[in-house]
């Protein structure tokens, strides 16, 4: 069965339709995602280095924000320079290897920031709902576990995925209908029956999205409950807190979930969902948590001063 796959397997590279065929829109596209893909880069790596370079954010939540910065930055990048570059060409073309190693990317850094949503989660719910414990429960050993956990999580969600779908025979259309190669788009263009491999998918992907969305919905309820019950003064600190990170987690989990609980079928709003979670996300990410946190942009502004500080000093003869 598999020699004859083998000799059936006559694709080497997919055609990526891309957001438009539109020749018009190609060009604002490319400025357009340019501008988008630059501050969503800049943006991320700024958190980074603000969490690392100031002494006061070395605690559980900042470290496991500062690696949702890094996760979301290495998101944007997986497709996204890729989908600029094609807005100037008229062959939007990707080979077998490049189309299952983006593949590979989007399930490993997906999975990885399943984790690291679900860890940031827990870390509020220990601070606000077990207080004196927090410094104890969220010790240093713990937050990097959490992170090494997720990474783990993510390599091991990618290698199922791609377990399967390497040894499809793709031996006729291979026209992908998206700026990047998305597996459900992918095993649609195999020349077998792909409708169990479609159910495996909802099963790992799908259930799996809807799954931790909905623990995360219950445990930022808790929370919710917890600080509506104690009327101190951090209880508004711990509310915006979390409800920076609730809207970070639908906006992360709304797409995947609509993607790949229905990959049977092909919504014309799957492109847009596509654009949101790889390259909106990872840029609204820091919006919400730098705009909405005092303590990360009280730390810029201090960073940026010494800079600038530095600077003036250096210029001085």
Known sequence: ??????????????????????????????????????????????????????????????????????????????????????????????????????????????????????????????????????????????????????????????????????????????????FFCDLPLVIKLACVDTYILGVFMISTSGMIALVCFILLVISYTIILVTVRQRSSGGSSKALSTCSAHFTVVTLFFGPCIFIYVWPFTNFPIDKVLSVFYTIFTPLLNPVIYTLRNKDVKQSMRKLSSHVFKSRKTDQIP
């Not at 083998?6 to 018009?24: D, H, K, Y």
């Not at 939540?61 to 890729?82: E, H, R, V």
């Not at 008229?90 to 399930?107: A, D, P, R």
């Open 1 to 178: 069965m598999n020699m004859a796959w083998s000799n059936q397997s006559m694709v080497t590279e997919f055609i990526l339709r891309g957001l438009s065929g539109s020749s018009e829109l190609q060009m604002f596209y490319f400025l357009f995602f340019s501008v988008v893909y630059a501050a969503t880069v800049l943006g991320n790596l700024l958190i980074v280095l603000t969490i690392v370079l100031e002494p006061r954010l070395h605690s559980p939540m900042y470290f496991l924000l500062g690696n949702l910065s890094f996760i979301d930055m290495s998101l944007a990048s997986f497709a996204t320079p890729k989908m600029i570059a094609d807005f100037l060409s008229e062959h939007k073309v990707i080979s077998f290897e490049g189309c299952i190693t983006q593949i590979f990317f989007l399930h490993l850094l997906g999975g990885a920031e399943i984790v690291l949503l679900i860890s940031m989660s827990f870390d509020r719910y220990v601070a606000i709902c077990k207080p004196l414990h927090y410094l104890v429960i969220m010790s240093r050993r713990m937050c990097i576990g959490l992170v090494i956990l997720s990474w783990i999580v993510g390599i091991f969600h990618a290698l199922s995925q791609l377990a399967f779908t390497v040894n499809l025979p793709f031996c006729g259309p291979n026209e992908v209908d998206s």
